[in-house]
């Protein structure tokens, strides 16, 4: 899988949105944008995901570049409950790698009351 | 999204012995993962199984330590075999559930070996 790059870690407000950005340069046509969060003491939890086209759920909304080389996850109104290490990962849907997520190191959010 | 179940959640182990795993979903999957957390680290993955065929490993990773099996659809386990302190670690499972592109990931076995 194509590699991503992050920040080590963001800080946020309680209440404030925040925007994590995610590069991936040599992302290829067929992989699908993860996102997941690692909340302390629990396995990763699926945040959203997409392959071109900006996407919202109840979680976030995913901001794509037009030329797919980066990424934008996007929560409105941070919580304390989002604090938690964000990780981009790059899924390629139809490869011998599908399903074989390749973790980074991750953002670590931190939200002040 | 499928629920996992995965025991135990912590152990403490002496070294030399070995520890199983389970990893129990309410629906049946297609694909499991096994991944590996070190303290401090981000996840690594160990080992992709499928029912009815051999878990397929990846580098690194062999089946003489962490052998796993996958009777059905909703189970699996993964047995750490003659442990040493550097495999402390978390273990977590994952599944892949058709019509959700998402990964669901169980919450994990914290295990300490002394």
């Known amino acids: 899988d194509a590699k991503t790059t992050q920040p080590n870690s963001m800080e946020s407000n309680e209440e404030e949105p925040v925007h994590l950005p995610c590069n991936h340069s040599t992302i290829s046509g067929t992989d699908y944008i993860h996102w997941y969060r690692q909340l302390p003491s629990q396995g990763p939890e699926y945040v959203i995901h997409g392959l071109t086209s900006n996407v919202n759920n109840r979680m976030a909304s995913l901001a794509i570049a037009e030329d797919r080389k980066s990424s934008t996850l996007i929560l409105h109104r941070a919580t304390l409950r989002d604090a938690a290490v964000y990780y981009c990962i790059l899924n390629n849907a139809g490869g011998t790698s599908y399903g074989k997520l390749t973790f980074g190191q991750g953002t670590i959010l931190t939200v002040h009351p | 999204s499928a629920v996992i179940s995965q025991k135990p959640s912590r152990d403490i182990c002496q070294r030399g012995t070995s520890l199983t795993i389970q990893c129990q979903v309410d629906s049946q999957v297609t694909m499991m993962f096994w991944y590996r957390q070190q303290p401090g680290q981000s996840l690594t993955l160990i080992a992709t199984?499928?029912?009815?065929?051999?878990?397929?490993?990846e580098s690194g990773f062999v089946i003489d330590k962490f052998p796993i099996s996958r009777p059905n659809l909703t189970f699996s386990t993964l047995t750490v075999s003659n442990m040493s302190p550097e495999d402390s670690s978390i273990y977590l499972c994952?599944?892949?559930?058709?019509?959700?592109?998402?990964?669901?990931f169980g919450s994990g076995t914290r295990l300490t070996v002394v």
């Open positions: 199984a499928n029912q009815g065929s051999e878990a397929t490993y």
């Open positions: 994952s599944v892949e559930e058709r019509g959700w592109e998402g990964y669901t």
